[in-house]
């Protein structure tokens, strides 16, 4: 939107002509399109928001938001402290580095959260797999379904 990008249509999305590029955290907005999309982010902050398709988001330096949405999405976030949410779809979220925020989807997410004081948020009703990595990291899960690993601290829903 704003700029004539394509997210996934060759163009670099995000690179200058994206509305709402400021200072502020995930000021710089990525859309998807309704179809599989390919987002990257920039360096500076990026909220990239994917559609209904099996999209592949991918962040970068910056404290990024990345949203799934629809679709059996693979989202990754590379550094900076990112919140990141999956969406409708049995998701793959991975991310590096950072204090970051995950929330998973309705379905069967997968969840790998990197070095740094994570929250891993995964008690939406369906059984995730959940890695909270290294650091003190929390994971909030459904008591009955979820599976977690080297998480410093659980909490039960």
């Not at 994570?118 to 008591?143: L, Q, W």
């Amino acid at each position: 939107p704003g700029g004539g990008d394509t997210p996934g249509g060759g163009d670099t999305p995000g690179t200058g002509d994206t509305p709402g590029t400021g200072d502020g955290p995930c000021s710089n907005r990525i859309d998807g399109t309704g179809d599989r999309d390919k987002l990257g982010g920039t360096k500076a902050s990026d909220r990239i928001v994917g559609r209904q398709g099996n999209d592949r988001i991918k962040g970068r330096a910056g404290a990024d938001c990345l949203l799934g949405k629809g679709g059996n999405d693979k989202i990754a976030g590379n550094g900076g402290g990112d919140t990141v949410r999956g969406g409708g779809g049995k998701d793959k979220i991975k991310t590096q580095g950072g204090a970051d925020v995950i929330r998973g989807g309705r379905k069967a997410d997968t969840i790998k959260a990197g070095g740094g004081k994570d929250t891993v948020r995964a008690a939406r009703g369906a059984r995730d797999t959940i890695d909270c990595g290294p650091g003190k990291d929390t994971a909030i899960i459904n008591k009955r379904k979820d599976s977690v690993r080297r998480c410093e601290k659980v909490k039960l829903r």
